[in-house]
């Protein structure tokens, strides 16, 4: 667990699992791709003593806050300020005896009044690097009903999302998150919802993807790491949506079976079959682990073995 200012606690996702996987008792090199809380990279370091790390955040918060405490491991831990895009360039390193993403948002992210979380009365910002880019608030408040109607289609909306996009632009200008939440509960789209979860909750999920280009920063990722890891290393993915784990288990399905070959094709083939899906179901949280952090109940573990 990370301690937070405010007395909030991060707690890492699939901790023991993803230690499991990467065989982090026997040290090495790693590559955090989402530093986060800081959660999964520390109980890497302390696994073993031989254990390096370079943790990424394209959250430049994220960073800060890491440097508070990463004096502690000295040369051992790198932070990195960078998106997925850009990791070849930052990263020189290659052969990582493991490989780490996980895709969720951490606790800090979720206090700090950015506009991702349902209350926030603060501007509505959604940016995970705000030091570029364009904010959900500007993005809402400026583009045309349409191009805010496939963000929403393309981020898991659903059959509502064009009478939504509609709704959105009549109730314009959006000053923060909370706004933004009441005017989804409103609409069709909130007189629907069964569920206890929040009706906003894909909305804003749509919408931070958009800002972020989240999906398409996950395909850049996955399209860089076989360079970065070693033969005989393992990716490990958590995902905690459809849209980012259905394209993170094709992907490596298609790595696994060489492009659009079945994984039990023995014929010849145009691509090189570069590792196993291993497992080949997804990992997912124990009940244990679901009732002490509610977070964690839709999170997949997937994770992938380059060849020797």
Same mark, same amino acid.
């Given at each position: ?14 901790? !023991?699992?993803?230690?499991?996987? $990467? ?62 895009? +850009? ?5 020189? @390193?290659?052969? @990582? +005896?493991?490989?780490?993403? +996980? ?12 506009? @991702? ?23 809402? !408040? ?58 906003? =909750? ?9 800002? !972020? ?36 288990? !094709? ?8 492009? =659009? ?39 997949? $573990?997937?994770? @992938?073995?380059?060849?020797?």
């Amino acid at each position: 667990m990370t301690e937070l200012s405010g007395g909030a606690v991060h707690i890492p996702v699939l901790l !023991n699992e993803v230690l499991e996987v $990467l065989g982090a008792g026997r040290g090495g090199m790693y590559l955090d791709c989402t530093f986060g809380g800081g959660g999964h990279t520390r109980a890497l370091l302390d696994a073993h003593p031989d254990t390096w790390v370079v943790a990424l955040d394209r959250d430049v918060r994220a960073i800060e806050r890491g440097r508070g405490w990463a004096a502690k491991y000295g040369e051992r831990l790198e932070l990195v300020h960078t998106p997925y895009s +850009d990791v070849l360039q930052q990263v020189s @390193f290659r052969g @990582f +005896d493991g490989v780490l993403a +996980d895709l969720g948002m951490s606790t800090d992210q979720l206090r700090e009044e950015r506009g @991702f979380s349902f209350a926030d009365r603060s501007a509505l910002d959604m940016r995970m690097d705000e030091t570029t880019g364009i904010s959900a608030r500007e993005f809402l !408040n400026t583009a045309a009903e349409r191009d805010i109607y496939i963000a929403l289609a393309r981020g898991g909306v659903g059959t509502t999302a064009r009478q939504l996009a509609r709704v959105l632009v009549s109730k314009r200008p959006f000053e923060n998150a909370l706004e933004l939440a009441e005017v989804v509960r409103g609409s069709q789209l909130g007189k629907r919802a069964v569920s206890r979860v929040h009706p906003a =909750t894909v909305v804003f999920q749509a919408l931070r993807m958009h800002v !972020n280009q989240e999906l398409q920063e996950i395909e850049k990722l996955l399209e860089v790491v076989p360079v970065l890891a070693k033969k005989g290393g393992k990716l490990a993915v958590i995902t905690f949506h459809s849209l980012e784990d259905r394209l993170v288990a !094709n992907t490596m399905r298609g790595w696994e079976s060489a492009g =659009t070959y079945p994984a039990s094709w023995r014929g010849p083939r145009d691509q090189k079959r570069i590792g196993v899906v291993s497992p080949k179901k997804p990992i997912v949280p124990s009940d244990e682990e679901v009732s002490r952090n509610a977070a964690s109940r839709s999170a997949r $573990l997937r994770v @992938f073995e380059f060849v020797e």
